[in-house]
């Protein structure tokens, strides 16, 4: 299995703050990695794909970045709507698997 | 826009098959992979397995001795089957779809998800 690592997993921030997220994998994956936010309760929702896409709808506050064995999610200019937690996803090969998550609180 | 919706009962007793269906409406099955996901109680997301439209399947290995997932493209629905259940199954269960771009299959619509629990 490919293990994920997020950093940290959990942090305090600030509206109008700008917050970055690390996601480390135990082998390189190239370009092979997304990022979901989950709101308390909800479903994952998408956010960035192959590392650095925006989803189509997603703000463009939120960029990603990275290849191989070390990624980032930066937000900008955090919102209320912001405060979530954040999980990296590898789709390098057929058994997908997910960091332990980054919850992001006032 | 696609909509997915899981459906089952909330409640399965130890050794009992967990059985959950998941409904897509307003978009095509074909040519996608369907994939269930679970999260325990406070713990990560783990991927269970996917269906493609065609009926092929690739289960997370942890689960495959138990799992199976299969599609009806007739009635827009897949669903997943989870054998001699136990405590540790108990999760939050999530229908998705993966929208492949480029060799890239990220999970860009997701079900609302459904809570089962396994208890006696």
């Known amino acids: 299995d490919i293990q994920m690592t997020q950093s940290p997993s959990s942090l305090s921030a600030s509206v109008g703050d700008r917050v970055t997220i690390t996601c480390r994998t135990s082998?390189?994956?190239?370009?092979?990695l997304n990022w979901y936010q989950q709101r308390s309760d909800k479903a994952p929702q998408l956010l960035i794909y192959a590392a650095s896409t925006l989803q189509s709808g997603v703000p463009s506050r939120f960029s990603g970045s990275g290849s191989g064995t070390d990624f980032t999610l930066t937000i900008s200019n955090l919102q209320p709507e912001d405060f979530a937690t954040y999980y990296c996803?590898?789709?390098?090969?057929?058994?997908?698997?997910f960091g332990q998550g980054t919850k992001v609180e006032i | 826009q696609v909509q997915l919706q899981e459906s089952g009962p909330g409640l399965v007793k130890p050794s009992e098959t967990l059985s959950l269906t998941c409904t897509v409406s307003?978009?095509?099955?074909?040519?996608?992979?369907w994939s269930w996901i679970r999260q325990p109680p406070g713990m990560r997301l783990e991927w269970i397995g996917y269906?493609?439209?065609?009926?092929?399947?690739s289960y997370n290995p942890s689960l495959q001795s138990r799992v199976t997932i299969s599609v009806d493209t007739s009635k827009n629905q897949f669903s997943l089957k989870v054998n001699s259940v136990t405590a540790a199954d108990t999760a939050v269960y999530y229908c998705?779809?993966?929208?492949?771009?480029?060799?890239?299959?990220?999970?860009?619509?997701w079900g609302q998800g459904t809570l089962v629990t396994v208890s006696s």
């Open positions: 082998q390189s994956i190239s370009i092979y």
């Open positions: 996803q590898q789709s390098y090969n057929t058994l997908w698997t």
């Open positions: 269906v493609y439209h065609n009926g092929g399947t």
């Open positions: 307003s978009g095509s099955m074909n040519n996608y992979y």
């Open positions: 998705a779809r993966h929208g492949c771009t480029n060799g890239v299959c990220p999970l860009d619509f």
